[in-house]
């Protein structure tokens, strides 16, 4: 179990991250989640001892990292993929680390083996491509045979058949009652591997549940516009359903599809002009939380409960653009529009893709 | 601290670095020593020039090796920490062991083997094209008498306690070419141009207090302290003896190696001990 608690780092006047609280559970994958540049980097290094903490403390089953012996072999960690020199070759990587685990060179090659790097062994890292990289970061986690793991951005360079690796792995992991944490700024990349997820945005905690919970704070949005708002409104309400303005003059009515309101305002014999589902798939909730307002969702008040008082989206998406907050005269939303079934890129590129 | 040397020999082995450096060592003390030792065989003429008659001359194309090659030991050493910087494996040596101290102690104690292996190559390059050249050309090489030997070892620790200095040097800048450039700057101009300096003031006029000054002050540098743990500088002999007042060598010997502790602990206090990212 990893233990999180009220961990601050400071970088001069930066607050990388700001009083952070959260557990991981064995038996479990946490994805840790958040725009680059959140803080998870600057985390998981406090956490294993190579940046200081301003304040707060990481523990491993109650134990700091620099508390541990042989920490490596409890602790494994994978961090970024730049960390090798490159005239070494991946066997001679992990056999520099082995001593210090209490490994010997069997387990260096048994672990390449399970990455997938067995033809490579004898091969400098300077050749390697950066999913090599990747998965010798793994293998040198795996090393110890750990109970717990660390991976930032683990599937960063890695291809499709990688990715699918990696999740594999993990959860066969996890099934055997070990804790993992794995860094992400794309939900997407993670969703299929991870239990829980803590995301965090400018270094606090913005949410922290299992995928499950989060999956269901994705409630259907609908566009509509209906010759009487205000006979709308009233008849969603009287259905429980959620209603908001929306900025082109129309409503935006929460937890109920197209065809419910159809239905109902059909009913209820009320005018509608548009009728429209807003797609929120599962990265959108992730980019809600994280303040980073997607394109389907103009006008967006969280929930109560589900942002933590005092936080703030950051500065540049406080505030839309002129275009959004208020439509030139004349402009209707596309009738017909409907976004594509999934909001997300099927692959992201390495970096910075979602930004 | 067992399995932190372990991993700092097996770190230093994995890369090409120590063969690529112990050829370059090899190379350069090899060839300028063979150049000096023809030099001094086709000078060496009874009637008009140099008599070499006794093994000093040997001596001072052994001396080839700490004069010029005790930058390669340095190097060893200093590499063990600016390679860590410059590819940011300080990451995963500081995941196998996080307590720094134990990794800076363990670069310190392995860079003397090291160090001192360095240094037979360095020294093994003086004497074979020596003994060679002089063996052929009939001068003596004292390589059969016990005071040469003596001689021998006492450059070659000489030379493996600039391993040590490398080591807190490095720690102090952690920037490779800085480093080298420094070292470089350090031993080679500053040391020398101070003492042309001591030489000139003391013959410009009165104030002999400022001769003994800077010489009291020089024989406590890097370089001066390693010339008189060998005893038989290359300057020396060429009548370039800025420095009549020199370190006993037992003293050298702990003024060198303190150096290099010296710059270790302030590496450590305020360089070694920082976030790494």
């Known amino acids: 179990m990893i233990e999180v608690r009220a961990l601050t780092k400071q970088f001069g006047s930066l607050v990388a991250v700001n009083n952070l609280s959260f557990v991981a559970q064995p038996g479990r994958v946490t994805g840790f989640l958040g725009p680059n540049g959140s803080g998870k980097t600057t985390t998981l290094r406090a956490a294993l001892g190579l940046i200081t903490a301003t304040s707060g403390v990481v523990t491993f089953d109650g134990r700091r990292y620099q508390e541990l012996s042989k920490p490596a072999a409890q602790v494994g960690a994978a961090l970024e993929a730049s960390s090798f020199h490159p005239g070494r070759t991946a066997i001679g990587h992990l056999r520099a680390m082995a001593p210090g685990l209490g490994v010997d060179t069997r387990r260096c090659h048994e672990v390449l083996d399970l990455v997938g790097l067995h033809d490579a062994a004898k091969k400098r890292v300077g050749k390697f491509s ?133 239905q109902a305002a059909f009913a209820a014999g009320l005018e509608l002009h548009q009728l429209a589902s807003l797609h929120a798939g599962l990265e959108e909730t992730f980019l809600r939380l994280t303040g980073q307002f997607g394109l389907g969702a103009p006008v967006f008040a969280a929930p109560a409960g589900v942002v933590p008082p005092g936080y703030a989206p950051p500065p540049g998406y406080a505030a839309p653009p002129p275009g959004y907050a208020a439509p030139p005269p004349g402009y209707a939303a596309p009738p017909a529009y409907v976004p594509p079934p999934t909001a997300l890129p099927p692959q992201a590129g390495p970096e910075g893709g979602a930004q | 601290m067992i399995a932190a040397l372990q991993c700092e020999y097996r770190k230093f082995f994995s ?42 001359w040997a001596h001072v194309l052994y001396s080839m090796a700490p004069s010029y090659g005790y930058v390669f030991p340095a190097l060893i050493g200093a590499m063990a920490i600016t390679q860590e910087y410059r590819h940011k494996t300080l990451t995963p040596t500081f995941l196998v062991e996080p307590r720094r101290s134990v990794v800076l102690t363990a670069k310190f104690i392995s860079a003397l083997p090291m160090g001192l292996a360095m240094s037979a190559i360095c020294m093994a390059s003086a004497i074979l094209p020596t003994a060679l050249i ?14 040469t030997w003596g001689v021998i070892v006492r450059m070659l620790l000489a030379l493996a ?22 070292l470089l700057v350090l031993t080679q101009l500053i040391e020398p141009v101070a003492q042309i300096v001591a030489l000139v003031v003391a013959n410009v006029g009165d104030p002999a207090w400022w001769k003994d000054l800077i010489q009291d002050v020089l024989m406590y540098f890097p370089g001066a302290a390693s010339n008189a743990i060998s005893g038989t500088s290359f300057y020396d002999m060429m009548g370039m003896d800025f420095m009549p ?23 450590y206090l305020f360089t070694f001990r920082r976030d790494v990212s």
């Not at chain 1, 793994?138 to 960063?156: H, S």
């Not at chain 1, 989060?214 to 009487?228: C, F, G, N, Y």
């Not at chain 2, 050829?23 to 000078?43: D, E, K, Q, S, V």
């Open chain 2, 161 to 182: 306690l600039w391993a040590v200095l490398g080591v807190g040097f490095g720690t102090l800048l952690h920037n490779q070419v800085l480093m080298i450039v420094l």
């Open chain 2, 134 to 147: 002089f063996g052929l050309g009939g001068e003596p090489t004292g390589l059969g008498t016990a005071e």
């Open chain 2, 15 to 56: 890369t090409r670095m120590w063969w690529v450096l112990s050829l370059c060592a090899a190379g350069y003390i090899a060839f300028f020593t063979a150049m000096m030792a023809l030099a001094f065989h086709f000078a060496g003429d009874p009637q008009n020039g140099l008599a070499i008659t006794d093994s000093s």
């Open chain 1, 130 to 262: 950066l999913g090599m990289r990747g998965r010798l970061g793994v293998a040198a986690a795996l090393l110890g045979n750990p109970r717990t793991l660390l991976l930032d951005e683990p599937t960063n360079g890695l291809d499709p058949e990688g990715i699918a690796w990696i999740r594999q792995l993990l959860r066969a992991m996890a099934a055997e009652g070990r804790t993992i944490v794995i860094s992400s700024h794309l939900l997407s990349e993670v969703e299929q591997t991870v239990d829980d997820v803590v995301i965090i945005a400018q270094g606090r905690l913005i949410h922290q549940s299992s995928l499950d919970e989060l999956k269901a704070m994705d409630r259907p949005r609908t566009h509509v516009v209906a010759a009487d708002p205000a006979a709308l409104a009233r008849l969603a309400q009287s259905r429980g359903w959620e209603v908001q303005p929306a900025p082109d003059g129309g409503l935006t009515v929460y937890g109920a599809d197209a065809n419910a309101i159809g």
């Open chain 2, 245 to 267: 007042s020199a370190l006993p060598w037992g003293a050298a010997i702990a003024v060198l190696a303190g150096w290099g502790v010296l710059f270790g602990v302030l590496g």
